[in-house]
C-alpha cells in the first residue's frame, strides 16, 4: 500500500511547520580553554567562569591594546577570591548567548541574556586583534 500524494504533501506540510515553530538553538558552549577564533567562545567563557568558578581565564579575555571599556574589564578582572565575585557569578551563572555574533570588519556584535533571573538583554561588543577576538564593551 503506497500512501497518497495528499497524504504525502499534508506530512510534508505538517513537518515544516513543526519544524519552524522550533526556537534557533545558539551553540555556546563554554570552557576554561578559550577558542579565540571564535567571537561566541570568548562570550560563552565568561559565563562558564561564573557557573564553574574557574577564573583563570577571564584576564585574558579584554583587548590586549587597552581599548576595553569599564565594564568589559571589570569582567576581565574576576578572580574566585575576588571581593566582585559574588556579585559576578550572580549576574553572569545564568548567562546565555540569544543571538549569533554580526560581525563587520574586526568588530562582533552579540546579544546575550545575563542577571539573576537570566533574562536581562544586553549587547557584548568584540573585537578582533590579529586573529583573536576579545571583549571590547557592554
Known sequence: CKPSAMFKLLATVLLALAWQGCSKHIDDRGSAEVDFT????????????????DSAHLSSLCDPEGQANKHALR????????????????????????????TSGDRALINFAFGESGTEPETMELIKRGDKWFLLAF
Open 38 to 53: 571564535s567571537a561566541k567562545r570568548v562570550l560563552s567563557s565568561v559565563f562558564y567562569a561564573a557557573r564553574t568558578g
Open 75 to 102: 569582567v576581565c578582572a574576576q578572580s574566585k577570591d575576588g571581593s566582585d565575585w559574588d556579585g559576578f557569578v550572580r549576574q553572569f551563572a545564568t548567562g546565555k548567548l540569544t543571538g549569533e555574533a554580526r
